[in-house]
């Protein structure tokens, strides 16, 4: 396996627009392997309201039957905010291509990220649609058609948004705590 697509995100809660993503990025034939990173703590966000081993063990269990898909805690175990860039060099040094998912949210901040310009040497953007924000034809983007937020989703639970095998954990999760930083 020699191309990777990191899928990097808060996951803060996970819902079925991230499922959504990764059921797209398996249908592009050259990613040999999609590779979903939660952060510990965002770079742009103070707070989370899931901790990452949290939101791991709930990625795991959404994705264990998703085929070439492998849930990382590299970010998690920095135990503080990791750039994309360096999440991006770790992976180079066991794949030779990485391709990194976003959403089209990030597309206005993107040249704020730590070392962009080195950053968009280093892989190829994959961008998932969201708010109708017009994606330009540099970027390779994603055909789904889930346009939920996680932020809206912490606010007003709704059940039909969660990914099913792991539904109920996160409601519960999310009624019983209020933000934290471990």
Known sequence: MNTV??????????????????KALQEIKHIDKIIVM????????SKFYADASTRIEWLKEIFNDYKNVEISDFEANQKKQVASIDSVKYLLTKYKTVYLVIGADNLNSLKKWKNYDELEKLVQFIVAPRDNIKIPSKFLKLDIDEDISSTDLREDIDLKKLPNKCAEQIEKHYKENRCKIE
């Open 5 to 22: 697509a990191l899928f990097g995100g808060s996951f803060d809660p996970p819902h079925i627009g991230h499922e959504a993503i990764v």
């Open 38 to 45: 939660p952060t510990y703590l965002n770079p742009f966000k």
